[in-house]
């Protein structure tokens, strides 16, 4: 190093020594050189510990006032307590998508229909000779409160269908059917096969099941539904795409 301070006027632009590797090769025999900080590229040098330790603040104050506060996250800023969730004004209006009254009684009539179909046939043709049919039948798209009180209480031949006479008897198959299942599956039978009935409502056929329990139990017969029975049942009649509730089986109330 002595004869160093010699050479200082004229800095290393002229040696060939490289400094970095100088000093590598010196740090690994330790001295002062080998407790020199190495150099690095350009752009890469460390970073100030300033910086650092402002950085780390920053990000730690940040922290705290969002943890603390929690005003930025808080569900409970958003939700009071004793808030209840109220319906939202679409689930407040009528959520069941009305159907149109025909259609609708068809369907909930075919349904209940599997009570008569093994005798009367899915077509509604019946069976020759045994058991009369319902296409065609004037018992069927005549005055429904005879219709009635043949499906709930059932029917003592001799009985003329179609221009035959059967002699047979039917039980009372539809002694179960509310008004809807009655409504329905009269209103489907007086509407399928080329039938040309119309619809049958819960509110008429509720009428019918109150005459037939007036009447008292016991089958029909063709004589007594033709003196006392031939009539249609009362009610206000629904168009065939009048729009029901599926649910009450009530018409919809028009919306504007
Ligand atoms: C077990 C067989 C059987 C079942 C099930 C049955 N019926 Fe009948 N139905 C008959 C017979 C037989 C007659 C004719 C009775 C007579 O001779 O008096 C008849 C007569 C009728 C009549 C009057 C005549 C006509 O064809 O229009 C109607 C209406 C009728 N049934 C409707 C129904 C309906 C609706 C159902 C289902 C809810 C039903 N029946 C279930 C056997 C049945």
């Known amino acids: 190093m002595a004869d160093s301070s010699s050479r200082d006027l004229r800095p290393d632009l002229d040696e060939t020594i490289n400094v970095p590797e100088a000093h590598a090769a010196l740090s690994s025999s330790a001295g002062a050189a080998g407790r020199e900080k190495?150099?690095?590229e350009n752009g890469m040098e460390p970073v100030t510990l300033y910086l650092i330790v402002i950085s780390a603040i920053i990000v730690l104050?940040?922290?705290a006032v969002m943890g603390q506060g929690g005003a930025f996250f808080g569900y409970n800023e958003l939700v009071k307590d004793g808030y209840m969730r109220g319906k939202s004004p679409i689930a407040e209006e009528d959520p069941v998508i009305p159907l149109a009254a025909l259609a609708f009684l068809q369907k909930e009539g075919q349904k209940n229909y599997s009570a008569c179909s093994?005798?009367?046939?899915p077509s509604g043709a019946g069976q020759p000779g045994s058991i009369p049919p319902l296409a065609g039948s004037e018992w069927v798209n005549g005055n429904t409160e005879k219709l009635l009180l043949i499906m709930h209480n059932g029917v003592q031949g001799p009985i003329e269908v179609a221009g035959a006479?059967?002699?047979?008897?039917?039980?009372?198959i539809g002694a179960n059917f509310g008004p809807k299942e009655m409504a329905a599956v009269m209103t489907y039978i007086r509407t399928s096969?080329?039938?040309?009935?119309d619809i049958v409502t819960p509110e008429m056929a509720a009428v019918g099941l109150d005459i037939s329990k007036q009447r008292g139990g016991g089958k029909t017969t063709a004589e007594e539904l033709k003196k006392s029975h031939d009539k249609m049942l009362p009610g206000a009649k629904w168009a065939p795409d009048l729009?029901?509730?599926?649910?009450?089986?009530?018409?919809?109330?028009?919306e504007e």
């Open 165 to 172: 006479t059967y002699s047979t008897q039917m039980e009372a």
């Open 38 to 40: 190495s150099l690095r």
């Open 243 to 254: 729009l029901i509730d599926p649910e009450t089986w009530a018409p919809v109330a028009a």
């Open 61 to 63: 104050a940040g922290g």
């Open 193 to 197: 096969w080329g039938n040309t009935g």
């Open 118 to 121: 093994g005798c009367h046939q």
